[in-house]
């Protein structure tokens, strides 16, 4: 790699730092990289080495605070994306089993006689049928 | 949460869990300061690792916020550092540790009679 592009990459991963880093440390990592890169260490070796040093600035509490800003929002985007992935499973087996015909006979299926679907109970309230494997059980 | 030199005294090894990098600059920083070029240096004749940059900080970093080392005044745009009372108590609780350790082992090895 040439020598402006070697600068150039790690100038850029230098940015992904955070800004407080950067003013304590930029000029030296700059030059640090430099060195290195002089002593024969690949360029995208360094570039790297800095990439993971950024993503555990950026996690690394400061002091006074818990958890710096980022680092909260990227911890409520995997949460909010973990509670979608385990809902979505639930949802869609549980629109399947509501639209799927009863399978089995009717002794089978524990719980009273179902009525047909559509049909209001006697107790006058709606029931949603949940069925699975063959088997229901009302609600 | 800074490490004072009485946890040092008490034995308690503070070193345990900062990783293998932040140990090596403390040997390295305990015969006198020294900037982030001057340690990668170093610990690679020391002991064969080479420290990546973005490591070197991380663990600079985080030596300083246990008060294990102290940055000195730059020297152009090279940031010294070095051991602190607290971090020289602190290493040599954990060189001590290291040691029992590795007797235990060797003798293990030897009971073993592997």
């Not at chain 2, 240096?41 to 690792?49: N, P, R, T």
């Amino acid at each position: 790699m040439n020598e402006p592009r070697t600068t150039r990459l790690v100038e850029a991963v230098l940015r992904c730092y955070p800004a407080r880093w950067r003013r304590r440390h930029g000029d030296e990592a700059a030059e640090l990289a430099a060195l290195l890169i002089s002593d024969g260490i690949p360029a995208g070796s360094i570039a790297w080495n800095y990439l993971a040093g950024a993503a555990r600035a950026w996690l690394t509490p400061r002091p006074g605070r818990r958890l710096s800003t980022v680092a909260c929002a990227l911890l409520v985007a995997a949460g909010s994306l973990g509670v979608s992935a385990g809902l979505l499973p639930s949802t869609t087996s549980a629109r399947a089993a509501i639209t799927s015909q009863p399978q089995g006979p009717a002794h089978c299926r524990p719980g009273p006689p179902e009525p047909e679907p559509g049909m209001i109970s006697a107790l006058g309230r709606p029931r949603v049928i949940i069925q699975g494997a063959g088997h229901a059980r009302s609600c | 949460m800074a490490v004072s030199e009485r946890d040092g005294r008490a034995g308690q090894d503070v070193l345990r869990r900062v990783g293998e990098a932040s140990v090596l600059i403390l040997i390295s920083l305990a015969d006198g300061p020294k900037h982030g070029y001057a340690l990668i240096q170093d610990i690679k004749e020391l002991a064969g690792v080479e420290l990546g940059p973005g490591t070197l900080y991380g663990a600079l970093d985080r030596l300083e916020r246990l008060g294990l080392i102290e940055p000195l005044p730059a020297d152009d745009r090279r940031h010294p550092y070095r051991i602190t009372a607290a971090g020289a108590a602190a290493l040599r609780v954990h060189l001590d540790s290291l040691e029992r350790v590795s007797a235990a082992g060797r003798l293990r090895l030897q009971l073993g009679g592997i």
